[in-house]
């Protein structure tokens, strides 16, 4: 008897389902699968997706519209993603956008006709260094031009025909040698093994290693906090949703030192006493996960991963990758934990904070991708190796994202330490006339302000450096900053679910000359506001830019202001 398509897709779903537990943590790869099928995940499938694990609907269905990847309509063959941060757009995006409509007759969010061409914007996919860039599907290419449009598109058409896959085109920049090219493969680990986890907690606290996420909290002092958690079961995940906007050092590491940075999860589970591992990956890598898989699988095969690692009685540590849907907010470690969870990746309240109460109510320790390989650095050479180099209170080496108006774009590694100035003069950036550290969600600093250093006693722990010329209109930096901010606003809380819209309407205006003297001021006032009541890092460091241009820029505000 003949299957409906409704029965051939309940049967598909079911064989799914079944590859996973029936629990709401299983829902996004779940939701993966279905559009890996499909192309996209219909009404009917999350239906019946809710019947076999006993989720409402309306719960999937919030779940599945929150996150950009999953498309809830049908999409062409290919899905073309052109990326729109700043970087891109300041080197040319626009133009291939334009190329892009041209050959395929559509606009974009629109689909061709024959059914084999999407077009979308995407907000970043960590390759700043060589933009203007995009992705096909999962294959990525960089370094677009106009020549190399109408190329790629008969490629797609070709691979399509002949069922090849589609190659990508990306050159990576990493403009000096990185520090974990010198590693020997699994030192570290094989010397953690011979210390206690007390050892290896004190090693860490003594390099005075700190998270190389964004917020810098001290790396030994959470672990011990973790290690102190009484719990039968403990979680280590790998925060690898390199979101913001000009940061690309993740993807670099991903690629080339997935071993070395798999060797630090697994010392970082020695320490704290946690049996799974989990790597978050942002939909933008999936092109990655292959590499990353064939790591996982050659660890295990070799007895570094699995049960007794090393021979070490009890010491049992799994990893595994979750694939990530495409949410900046989701770099914030508790909406990362929302979303393993099966939830939209909304940030909670804290405290209880992770370490404490994390993933499946256990202790939970979340680090970002540079921090994990930094620690398998140190403890093959020592903390006081790692010690030595920085400054003070800014310890060890660092990965530095640098994009934007400048001749040697790339990825610098480099001690802390070093001044905005002496940065641009490495870069080729020297006539900047401003640089942003630390990403979208960082901060704006004038030329008056380019002798201060990269440190986290000074500018703070940002690693994205984003230079711009003596020609750049800051406004309209600050517009695309914030049209970023209001897409990607969780919407959990009103100061930054309205209060990003208040702003960019507001910079709107200044650029039109369209915005008064008070008005003004309303807008910096509701800046302090959301910094001060905004739930999460996102609605807090939104308001920035405008601050930024108001303390060192104002004249570009003045000119264009209406009297």
Known sequence: MLLTEQEKTKEFIGEV???YPRQASS???????????YGYVSDFSMQYIGDLLDISPAKIYGVATFYHFINRKPQ???IIRLSRDIASIMKGALVIARQLENILGIPFGETTTDGMFTLRWVNGIGLDDQVPAMLVNNTAFSNLTSLAIPQI??????????????????KETVTNTLTYAEHQSNSGLRKAVQLSPEQVLAEIASSGLCGRGGAGFPTGKKWKIAASMKSDMKYLICNADEGEPGTFKDRVILSRFADTLMEGMTIAAYAIGASQGIIYLRAEYAYIRPQLEQVLKVRQEAGLLGENILGIPNFTFEIRI???AGAYVCGEETALIESLEGNRGEPRDRPPYPVEVGLDGKPTVVNNVETL??????????????SNMGTERSKGFKLFSVSGDCLRPGLYDLPWGHSISEILMLVGGEHAKAVQVGGYSGKLWPASAFGRRLAYEDLGPGSSIIIYGPERDLLWVAQYYLEFFVEESCGQCIPCRDGNVVLLNGIRALRDGRCSEQQLTELLDL???MRLTAKCGLGQSSPNILIALNQYFRDE???RRKE
């Open 322 to 324: 979750q694939m990530g």
């Open 17 to 19: 389902v079944n590859k």
């Open 557 to 559: 505000l003045i000119t």
């Open 153 to 170: 598109i008969e490629e797609c058409k070709t691979t399509y025909q002949t069922h090849q896959p589609l190659v990508g085109k990306c």
């Open 27 to 37: 829902l996004l790869s779940i939701l993966w699968a279905v559009q890996v099928e």
């Open 76 to 78: 062409g063959k290919f």
């Open 527 to 529: 800046a302090d506001t």
């Open 373 to 386: 390989a930094t620690v398998s650095m140190i403890l093959e050479r020592g903390a006081a190796w790692f």
